[in-house]
Structures are given as structure tokens and as C-alpha cells.
């Protein structure tokens, strides 16, 4: 059992208030994979360019992800740079230099037709649908999106939102994507599209899963320092998708529990640049989280 990320294989400029780094690995894939790897193998379906550093390369072969799906295309590699305000939560985006992304058109390998678990991480829509028309029936399809592509392709967007199971989106992009300042309304209006339920990200304040029948919450992990919230997102992804392939079953019960393993998962994240802190985390250390995390959120009902 595998599953499939396609998104950005990126490097990455970050400005917080209180530090920067430069030409760091990012990228949705990137995230996404060191998260959901945790739990189950993963596929990258992506592209890199020539200049894409050595040292980035070994990081993805020592993870043993499986690389047949990334192409190294002549050209420079996606280049994203961003900029965080005070509260480390909102951010403007200085740069989205999509270069060898502008041309990509992934053809999958035979292998990766088969997988049951497809995860549509940030990026071109146009790639996740070509992504989707080249697989046989996944079991479960997750959609992940940003507002570069909510506001330079809607329509194609609109296209994967059709045929995704699942889509996870932030509360500003959902807002944006909709026009409706309601998030519970802006969410039913984005089910209706077809998803069978939608994850509402809010940084640091947690996530809520939405569904026609219901809705859940879990809150952000609370931490003391955050140092980049960058793939706070595409991690999350990961560990939710990475989670939910290994249940037998779909259940309430067990998007629940997965929506938690998100919430961990991108607590270690933000807690240092890159994957650098994300790289080094084993299944122990997120069981202990999501043991504390119980104590956080429980609590009584009236008698
Ligand atoms: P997140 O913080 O979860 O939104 O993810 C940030 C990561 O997504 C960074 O590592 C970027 O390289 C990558 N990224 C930024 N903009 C885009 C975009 N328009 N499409 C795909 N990936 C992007």
C-alpha cells in the first residue's frame, strides 16, 4: 500500500520577523512526503530543474520516497519566496517563480497507476487533472490548493474540486475561492461542488473538518516558538493521508483521529526551517503528542 503526492518539488526564500534563510528545500511534495512517510511509502509525481541542489536530491533518496515520478527537466527548479508578519500566521508571498513547473505535463509511471491513495498537494490544477486522468479508481482522492491558483486558474480548479473526495483548504483561501465571509456556509457551498468533506486549515488556531452530515474541530498544538510556518499545510496533508491509509476503514471516527495526527505533524513543522525539523521526527515522538493532545481538547458533557 503507497500512496501518491503530486505537488512542488521546490527551494524556498523565507523572511520572519526574527530570521531568514535562503534557497531552503520546500515545496508541497516535499512537505507532504516527509510527513505522510511516517506512516505508509510514498510516490512524488513532480519536476525539478538542473540546478536543483545535490544535497536536496540525497535528502529525497534517503528518505527512500519513490522517485520514478520526478522528472529533472532542463531549466531552473520552482522558486517561492515568502514573507511572514508578526503573528506568524498570515504571510505575503514575494516571489512564485514556477519555471520548470510552466511546462510540466507528468506522465505517470505504469506502477503509480494502481495506488489507492492520491494526494493532490499545492500546485498547477491543470497538473492534478492530468495527474487524475492517468489513474485507475483511488480509493481516496485529497485536494490541497493556494490562492495563486484560486486566483490564476479558478475554473480548472473548480474542474479537481469535481473529482476530489477530499479537499483541505485554509479559511482566507476558502473565503476567497467563494466570496462568502461564512465559513460553515462558504464550506456547504464548496461540498455541493461534490467532495464528501472539506478540512478548514486556520494556522495556528487548528483545523475543522466539515462534512454534510457534521462537523469536528481540533485546535493547533500549542507551541511556544514558532520559527517557520512554512508546509505547516502540506505536512498536515501528509500525516492525515498518511494516517487514514492505514485504517481498514474510513470511519467519523477515524477522520478524527486523523485530523489530530495532521495537527501534530505540523506542530513539528513550524519548529524549525524546511523539513529540518519534520526530517527527524519518528512515529514515538507523534504518538506522544497526540497523546497530550487528548488532554487539551476533552471535556465533559452536562449531566
Ligand atoms: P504551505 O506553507 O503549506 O502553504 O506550503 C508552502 C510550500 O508550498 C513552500 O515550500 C513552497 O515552495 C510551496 N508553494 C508556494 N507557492 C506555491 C504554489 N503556487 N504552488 C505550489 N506550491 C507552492
Redesign the pocket.
Known sequence: MSMLIV??V???DIVTPFASVAGVL???A??AATAGSLYIPVQIVGVIGEDFPQKYKDFLRQKQFDLQGLEIQEGKT???A?KYHFDMNT?D?LA?ELNV?ATFNPTLPVAYRETPFVFL????PTIQLRTLDQMKQPSLTVL?T????IETQHDELTAVMRRSDLVMI?DEELRQYTGEHSLLKAARQMLALGPRALIVKKGEHGAALVTKEGYYYAPGYPLEDVVD????????AGGFLGYIARQRKITARELHRALIHGSVIASFTVEDF?VDRLKSVTFPDVQKRYQEFASFTHFERLD
Not at 510556518?229 to 498536515?236: I, K, L, N
Open positions: 505537488g512542488t521546490a527551494t524556498d520546500g515545496g508541497s516535499v512537505y520552482f522558486h517561492w515568502g504571510r508571498t512564485t513547473l498537494a499545492n500546485v498547477d490541497d493556494m490562492n495563486y491558483w485554509n510556518p512554512t508546509g505547516a499545510g502540506d505536512s498536515f524546511s
